[in-house]
């Protein structure tokens, strides 16, 4: 499972109370769900709730939101029942709370009620920041819950890497790097696409059955103009470029694709070892090691570092120091596809 990392603010950094990650999320009187990546937040949500219907099927479920809040309506719910069945209250939109909902939340805090379970989900901001250092200092006998943002490519091929692997369904390391280039903006998509694909296929999921299902982002996507610059061959790169720009793809990240995968050759050149210890040693995963070896295959150190300058000056001029950067794309892929050399 991918690791979240935490924040290094000082409010978090005081916290007395247990602080976990996402896919760690356990019962508690309080549940402050925290971060910027809400599909962490929901999916979080759902495994404590379906662990506490696993503990006793007459939980009730109750929504509300913060920012739409009417005095009361916690504590309300949060009251003895008839019957005693345990609850969960789940609070959305903290970061917008209302006055109401932030003067009633202390209070719950003050004496929390039995079995039940209150998860405050508060997105970022200093709204509600009374309440958040209330219960980071302890008070209601809470835990938090980081969903931090999966900014690097590597946290996103661990998170769906482990989709698989807790399906227990084997995927190839280049099935797994395409699927996330394909999908890498949106980390629902691609919890959708990886549950697609193993509901779809049986055994081992290729590059091939990742390709026939998204074959439409895969084949225009950033990374694979680049592989095949990379591999020297220029006409396929090109084509795949301009139908990759045609179809509204930003000029951006494709320049980012390449930096980053001549960066990775760069770090990985001159490296002995296994794909794993050289992975570890670098930050890298074992098959972003073994791919840039083979895309290593052909190239010379100094066409090498040209390449890499001439991604960071392509950089600059796609980003506003040029007046056309569809020229200096194609110009950063012919010094790729011809291995820092110009002809």
Same mark, same amino acid.
């Given at each position: ?10 409010? $978090?950094a ?7 990650p996402?896919? !760690? ?5 309080v549940?402050?769900?925290t971060?910027?990546e809400?599909f962490?937040?929901? $999916?979080?949500?759902?495994?404590l $709730?379906?662990?506490?219907? *696993? ?23 949060a009251s003895?029942?008839l019957?005693?069945?345990? $609850? ?12 109401a ?8 805090? !003050? ?10 989900r508060?997105?970022?901001?200093v709204? *509600?920041?009374?309440?958040l ?9 809470g ?5 931090? =943002? ?26 797994l ?7 890498g903006?949106d980390?629902g998509?691609?919890a *959708?696409?990886?549950?697609?694909l193993m509901?779809?296929?049986?055994? !081992?999921i ?21 592989d ?6 220029h006409?396929?790169?090109?084509g ?14 494709m320049?980012?694709a ?10 990985v ?25 083979r ?12 390449a ?11 980003? *506003? ?8 794309l =194609?110009?950063?892929?012919r010094?790729v ?7």
């Amino acid at each position: 499972m991918a690791t979240t990392k935490r924040s290094s603010g000082s409010a $978090r950094a005081k916290a007395s109370i247990p602080q976990i990650p996402w896919h !760690e999320i356990r019962p508690a009187p309080v549940v402050l769900v925290t971060g910027p990546e809400s599909f962490l937040a929901d $999916r979080a949500s759902t495994m404590l $709730r379906d662990a506490l219907r *696993g503990q006793d099927p007459s939980l009730e479920v109750h929504d509300l939101g913060a920012d739409t809040y009417a005095p009361g309506e916690l504590l309300t719910l949060a009251s003895p029942s008839l019957f005693g069945e345990p $609850r969960l209250i789940r609070v959305a939109n903290v970061e917008k709370c209302t006055d109401a909902f932030l003067e009633d939340a202390l209070s719950f805090l !003050e004496q929390p009620a039995d079995d039940t379970v209150v998860l405050l989900r508060h997105g970022g901001g200093v709204r *509600g920041k009374k309440l958040l250092d209330a219960i980071r200092g302890g008070a209601g006998g809470g835990i938090e819950v980081i969903c931090a =943002e999966l900014k690097r490519d590597n946290d996103r091929a661990d998170f769906a890497a482990a989709e698989f692997r807790h399906a227990g369904r084997p995927i190839a390391p280049l099935a797994l790097r395409a699927l996330v280039s394909a999908f890498g903006d949106d980390l629902g998509e691609l919890a *959708g696409a990886c549950q697609q694909l193993m509901a779809d296929t049986e055994g !081992e999921i290729t590059e091939q059955t990742v390709t026939k299902y998204y074959g439409g982002r895969v084949e225009t996507n950033a990374f694979a103009v680049a592989d095949a610059a990379i591999a020297g061959r220029h006409g396929e790169a090109l084509g795949l470029l301009r139908h990759a720009l045609d179809t509204g793809a930003d000029p951006v990240p494709m320049v980012a694709a390449f930096a980053m995968k001549l960066r990775t050759m760069a770090k990985v050149g001159g490296t002995r070892g296994s794909g794993g210890q050289v992975a570890s040693q670098l930050g890298l995963a074992p098959w972003q090691v073994d791919r840039a070896r083979r895309d290593l295959q052909g190239w010379e150190e100094a066409g090498l570092g040209r390449a890499i300058l001439a991604a960071a000056e392509c950089d600059a001029q796609v980003k *506003g120091a040029g007046r056309d950067p569809v020229f200096a794309l =194609e110009t950063l892929l012919r010094v790729v596809a011809t291995r820092g050399e110009l002809h």
